[in-house]
């Protein structure tokens, strides 16, 4: 089973159990021309999990998630974002910060936060 589905595959049980749990309704997204694009959505704005080469990058998408969530991750991380998925040097934005870890526990913990934050 390839990286990408394997990742897909685990988001999904995890967000089953959060919604069983508590009751909401989160759901976990792919994109079907980039299937690498994967998303929780149903809280504030969309946490992004992408595999990448060294394991994993988890990105905040949407201005009041940034806000909420990103001292959060740098707390985590004990580092700023390793860097920004959306750039415009013409319009001078950054945006959706992104982490990168190789540990599966720490996208487990991130997703937690999310799954946290009220909508």
């Not at 299937?35 to 394991?55: C, D, H, M």
């Not at 599966?104 to 009220?118: H, M, P, Q, R, S």
Request: with cysteine; aromatic share 10%.
């Amino acid at each position: 089973m390839d990286k990408t589905t394997l990742l897909f595959e685990r988001l999904v049980k995890l967000v089953e159990r959060k919604n069983i749990q508590s009751g909401s309704n989160f759901k976990v997204l792919q994109q079907e021309k980039v299937k690498a694009n994967i998303s929780i959505a149903g809280g504030n704005g969309r946490l992004y999990v992408q595999p990448s080469t060294e394991g994993y990058d988890v990105s905040l998408s949407g201005q009041s998630l940034e806000h909420i969530l990103t001292s959060s991750l740098v707390n985590f991380f004990h580092r700023p974002p390793d860097g920004y998925k959306q750039t415009n040097a013409n319009k001078g934005f950054k945006k959706q910060p992104y982490w990168r870890t190789d540990s599966f526990k720490d996208v487990e913990t991130v997703c937690a936060f999310y799954l946290e934050v009220k909508p």
